[in-house]
């Protein structure tokens, strides 16, 4: 597998360099050169593969010989050691819950596979690689458990001060060892800024070698394509098929258009967004403005200037048309999201968190429901949001053991402004 920098297609590097060095000197994000089609065969057959045999046969179509096909297994052994079921809710409606992983979030499957990825890589090198990550909410607790006694790996976690969740806070303090984390006095953008700079320092760098965990590595999005394939594999319909993805920095998306890319036969994707909706605008007007993070109650997606936007610009040679061709979209406030909340419950009997309710806004809002089925991506447990689901739904919300557990360990970080220099001084003097 080979990889090019969207702001240079001549800077061309292999998956091990685009996985350890994520962000290029001239600050594109690494694209795949080829993203081939899958063979026919392959469709044919999708019936009866196994989760990981397609997360294996889609690996290798991105991977190539990167690694050996004994390394690829194991890490995708590793890595994909939970289910993704395809809950099916009516006619139209489906949700796929990813939220089977450790941490209870979408996010286990980017973060396991590349810790694992990043494993086989430094068994072949003699040095100690440091993993930045700016976290809005669920990626550092995924990332955390990823890595989390990896050899010759530490992990750095930064996080918005007072905008994330108790537990999810808890996710990425308590651990401890190769885990340490800091809170920033600032928005998820500011950590992500400081995360970029960091990159592009010289003195950093000379005592770092830095890796970069945020969806701007393309070892996570590989992943993220796996269970597109594995619901796809469940539908058995033959209206038109369209994937509504809660929205933040894109990578879910991203991954998405991947597969469709590789010949899956999604119609349609609806990027549903809360309050934070640059992405929105730009679907439908063509414009692009970032702008300052706002606060929802789906943090997660909380992001003004969200980073894998650039990577679909590419995949669409920059043309407005073709985007809104393949994505619709849209946007959904607080109150909305509650409402539809109480109503997924009340309709369903099913209890969908914050980010899963704005997608099933999306389609909702969107999806034609004489000719189209839906498949709405579930990224969270509902319990990660406890306050606002009991607040919504006036009920007890069930907390899993892995998580409740976590409520009364101490948590162990830093706290630093939102300045770069403070930052890269207080990394200096570790
Ligand atoms: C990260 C996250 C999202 C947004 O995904 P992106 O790939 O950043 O668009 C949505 N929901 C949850 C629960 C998340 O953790």
Redesign the pocket.
């Known amino acids: 597998m080979k990889l090019y920098s969207t702001n240079n297609k001549g800077n061309i590097v292999s998956l091990e360099e685009a996985v350890l060095n994520a962000f290029p000197k001239d600050r594109g994000l690494y694209m795949p050169t080829d993203i081939s089609k899958l063979s026919e065969n392959f469709f044919e057959h999708i019936k009866e593969y196994s989760f990981i045999d397609i997360a294996f046969q889609v690996a290798s179509n991105f991977i190539g010989d990167s690694i050996s096909n004994s390394e690829l297994e194991l890490v995708i052994e590793e890595s994909l050691n939970f289910e993704a079921p395809l809950v099916n809710l009516n006619e139209n409606f489906n949700v796929l819950e990813l939220f089977h992983g450790p941490t209870l979030?979408?996010?286990d499957f980017g973060a396991r596979f590349m810790a694992s990825l990043i494993g086989v890589f430094m068994n072949k090198l003699d040095q100690e690689q440091t993993i930045l990550v700016a976290t809005?909410?669920?990626?550092g607790g995924a990332v955390a458990s990823g890595f989390y006694n990896v050899s010759g790996v530490n992990v750095v976690i930064l996080f918005p001060k007072g905008k994330v969740s108790f537990l999810q806070q808890q996710q990425l303090t308590t651990l401890g060892k190769n885990i340490s984390a800091i809170e920033i006095d600032g928005t998820f953008d500011d950590c992500q800024r400081i995360v970029k700079d960091a990159f592009l320092d010289k003195d950093l760098n000379e005592k770092y070698n830095f890796s970069s965990a945020n969806?701007i590595n393309i070892a996570r999005l590989i992943p993220q394509s796996f269970y597109y394939f594995e619901s796809y594999k469940q539908l058995d319909t033959d209206k038109k098929i369209v994937y509504s993805v809660?929205?933040?920095?894109?990578?879910?998306?991203t991954a998405g258009l991947f597969a469709k890319r590789m010949g899956l036969g999604i119609d349609k994707f609806i990027a549903s967004t809360n309050s934070n909706h640059v992405f929105h605008d730009y679907i439908q007007t063509g414009l692009y403005k970032a702008s300052p993070s706002v606060q929802t109650i789906s943090n997660?997606?909380d992001?003004g200037d969200p980073s894998n936007f650039y990577r679909i610009l590419d995949l669409y040679s920059s043309t407005w048309n073709t985007i809104k061709d393949s994505i619709d979209s849209i946007t959904a406030t607080d109150i909305e999201t509650k409402n539809a909340i109480q109503r997924i419950y009340t309709n369903y009997n099913y209890i969908a968190d914050p980010?899963t309710a704005v997608a099933y806004i999306g389609l909702e809002r969107v999806m034609d429901k004489d000719k189209e089925v839906g498949v709405f991506l579930s990224?969270?447990h509902p319990s990660k949001f406890i306050d606002v689901m009991e607040d919504c739904l006036n009920m007890q919300i069930e907390i899993p053991d892995r998580l409740d557990r976590l409520k009364n360990l101490d948590g162990v970080f830093n706290s630093l402004t939102k300045k770069f220099e403070d930052f890269k001084e207080f990394m200096l003097s570790k």
């Open positions: 979030a979408f996010k809005s909410g669920d990626t969806s809660p929205s933040g920095n894109l990578g879910n998306l997660a997606m992001v980010h990224t969270a």
